[in-house]
């Protein structure tokens, strides 16, 4: 079966991937994640946010892995996953792809290649209502010379999973990450954005950051609302000056920041980042006309 593309679903966690998997040994997989919703108004309905863009970014992250899995084909599993499973609570949804051959060279071609999907329940993920701490981390973002920077590959993670631990050992909850031009980049699963006299300003797509969803979804909900948002580099320096910072990512969605490094942030009455909070909130819930199509209904019966 060398160089076959297979796909497939499991509803159970009890799928085993060998030991001598490709994927395991040298990071050739890509990750999606999503977030679900049950409807208050209806239980037996799930209410799935930006699907279409989700499978997309997924779709052309298999591309870098020599895959062909279509957003579309990626969609329908993902919603026969939902109503299989008949969730009750919020939950979030992981599709993974991956390199499933036993070879023991680093290769993307003449491999096999799979696709699962799991999932699990998930409330908040940063429940601190006076924001969270980060410190400056010391290992630096990748450059997308050095890899797809756009898809959510596995692999690329460990430097997430260095920054992260090195930040929980020093007392932070959390890495900022800056890139090799020294600024800032990201924090170690999330995008960043920051708050300056009234305006929002984060890293461009040009700063080797991923192109978060979220991150999207916030630039234009800040747009309908009047804020104006301000793409370009950002040094180390502003965010100890900042009026707001806050991190937002699909598990997260979107977590103040507190302080950075021994520098606090201030706490700003009716703050953008509370506004952004709220609105995202009713979005999700449905209560929105305005972003009706960043939600896909999944009829649970």
């Avoid at 299989?84 to 096999?112: C, E």
């Avoid at 699963?189 to 979220?214: A, C, S, Y």
């Avoid at 909900?221 to 009026?243: N, Q, T």
Wanted: include cysteine; hydrophobic fraction near 40%; proline fraction near 5%.
């Amino acid at each position: 079966m060398s160089g076959e593309n297979r796909c497939f679903d499991t509803y159970e966690v009890g799928l085993k991937i060998g030991i001598a998997t490709h994927a395991l040994h040298y990071g050739t997989g890509a990750l999606g994640g999503l977030r679900g919703y049950v409807d208050e108004t209806n239980p037996s309905q799930a209410i799935l946010f930006r699907l279409d863009r989700h499978c997309q970014r997924l779709s052309n992250s298999a591309r870098y892995l020599h895959y062909d899995l279509p957003a579309d084909k990626i969609q329908a599993i993902t919603i026969e996953f939902v109503k299989q499973n008949k969730p009750t609570k919020p939950f979030y949804l992981r599709p993974f792809i991956y390199s499933s051959g036993l070879g023991i060279a680093p290769r993307l071609h003449d491999i096999v290649q799979d696709f699962f999907i799991y999932g699990m329940s998930l409330g908040e993920t940063f429940a601190k209502p006076n924001g969270i701490s980060c410190r400056i981390s010391s290992w630096q973002r990748q450059s997308d010379l050095s890899l797809p920077l756009r898809g959510k590959i596995s692999g690329a993670y460990i430097t997430s999973a260095l920054a992260k631990t090195e930040a929980y050992a020093a007392g932070f909850d959390e890495a900022i990450l800056l890139n090799s031009q020294g600024k800032v980049a990201e924090a170690t699963g999330m995008n960043i954005f920051m708050v300056r006299q009234g305006k929002l300003f984060t890293p461009g797509t040009d700063q080797d950051i991923l192109e978060g969803i979220t991150r999207d979804s916030i630039m234009v909900m800040a747009g309908k609302l009047g804020i104006e948002v301000v793409e370009r580099p950002i040094d180390k320096s502003e965010l100890f000056i900042a009026d707001e910072i806050f991190l937002c990512g699909t598990a997260a969605k979107i977590a103040p920041v507190s302080r950075i490094e021994n520098y606090l942030v201030p706490q700003v009455a009716d703050s953008i980042t509370s506004k952004l909070q709220q609105e995202l909130v009713a979005i999700t819930q449905g209560q929105h006309p305005d972003y009706q199509d960043w939600l896909n209904p999944v009829d649970l019966q």
